[in-house]
C-alpha cells in the first residue's frame, strides 16, 4: 500500500474545508476534492439534505462537477480526496469515472466500502483499478463527524 505525500494531506485539508460547509447547512459533514496536476477541478461536500437528492453524496457531486468542466466522462490522470470511506454507490462511481487514486480519511464501519464492510475496489472482475490510500487526517475527518452527530442528538433530546 502506498504511503500519503504532503500533498495527499494538502488536499485532504480542503476536503475537510468543504466537509465543514457541509456541516454548517445542516449535512453530514463529508467533503470531497478532485485533482488533476496539482490543479483542482472540483470541490464538493454533501447535498443530500437540502437537494433531497439520496445520490448528493460529496464524491459524486464532485465527479459530476469535474466531469462537466473537464468535458469528459472519463477522469483519468486523477485523485479523489474525501474525508470519509467511500460507500458501494460512491466507490462505483469512482471506478466507472476511471479515477486511478482515492485518498480517504476515516474509515466508515457501517457503509464503507474500500475496505469497512466491503472491498470494492480490490474486486479483480472490475474493469478499472483504484489505488485506495487510506487513515489520511483520520482523526480530523472523524472529529468532525463525531461532534456532528452529538449535536444531532443533543438537538433531539431537547425537542422530547
Not at 457541509?22 to 496539482?38: C, H, K, N, W
Not at 466522462?73 to 470519509?84: A, E, I, K, M, N
Amino acid at each position: 500500500m502506498s504511503l500519503a505525500t504532503d500533498k495527499d494531506r494538502e488536499y485532504m485539508r480542503l476536503a475537510l474545508e468543504q466537509a465543514r460547509k457541509a456541516s454548517a447547512q445542516g449535512e453530514v459533514p463529508i467533503g470531497a476534492v478532485l485533482v488533476r496536476d496539482d490543479q483542482v477541478l472540483a470541490q464538493a461536500h454533501n447535498f443530500r439534505e437540502l437537494w433531497q437528492d439520496p445520490t448528493a453524496h460529496a464524491e459524486v457531486v464532485a465527479i459530476r462537477e469535474a466531469a462537466t468542466q473537464s468535458g469528459s466522462w472519463r477522469l483519468t490522470g486523477t485523485t479523489l480526496y474525501v474525508t470519509l470511506e467511500p460507500c458501494a454507490m460512491c466507490i462505483g462511481a469512482i471506478i466507472l469515472a476511471r479515477i486511478p487514486r482515492l485518498v480517504f480519511g476515516a474509515m466508515d464501519p457501517k457503509a464503507g466500502a474500500c475496505g469497512s464492510i466491503l472491498d470494492l475496489p480490490t474486486e479483480q472482475r472490475l474493469n478499472h483499478r483504484v489505488e485506495v490510500i487510506g487513515g489520511v487526517l483520520e482523526q480530523e475527518s472523524q472529529e468532525l463527524l463525531q461532534t456532528f452527530f452529538k449535536g444531532l442528538r443533543e438537538s433531539a433530546g431537547k425537542q422530547v
